[in-house]
Nanobody, 125 residues
Framework: QVQLVESGGGSVQTGGSLRLSCAASGFPYSTYCMAWFRQAPGKKREGVAAIYTGGGYTNYVDSVVKGRFTISLDNTKNTLYLQMTSLKPEDTAMYYC?????????????????WGQGTQVTVSS
């Protein structure tokens, strides 16, 4: 059974940093895409960044990240990270980890099959 468990959310002030973690388990695949999404109250879910566990691919949603976030993997721990810096109030959202076995055409998919429960990030001004 695939499980994704996020942690590391919390409350910070504007300009602060947080590192989110997502522990993955139960995957029947040797390689897969993993990603971070976020959803603010009253808004649609949006992608933040994606990475391929087989290496050689990362992608950021520039309009969201603007050079402030870094996605990374520790394959030895099956853990995905999102390092967030220069946080702003508009970054306040529930952050979700997602995974999918599809990696086609050198890219991760738009829709992901597996999702975690989310971790809340709140940035105060």
């Amino acid at each position: 059974q695939v499980q994704l468990v996020e942690s590391g959310g919390g409350s910070v002030q504007t300009g602060g940093s947080l590192r989110l973690s997502c522990a993955a388990s139960g995957f029947p695949y040797s390689t897969y895409c993993m990603a971070w999404f976020r959803q603010a109250p009253g808004k649609k879910r949006e992608g933040v960044a994606a990475i391929y566990t087989g290496g050689g691919y990362t992608n950021y949603v520039d309009s969201v990240v603007k050079g402030r976030f870094t996605i990374s993997l520790d394959n030895t721990k099956n853990t995905l990270y999102l390092q967030m810096t220069s946080l702003k109030p508009e970054d306040t959202a529930m952050y979700y980890c997602a995974a999918d076995p599809t990696f086609y055409g050198g890219s991760c998919p738009i829709d992901f099959a597996y999702w975690g429960q989310g971790t809340q990030v709140t940035v105060s001004s």
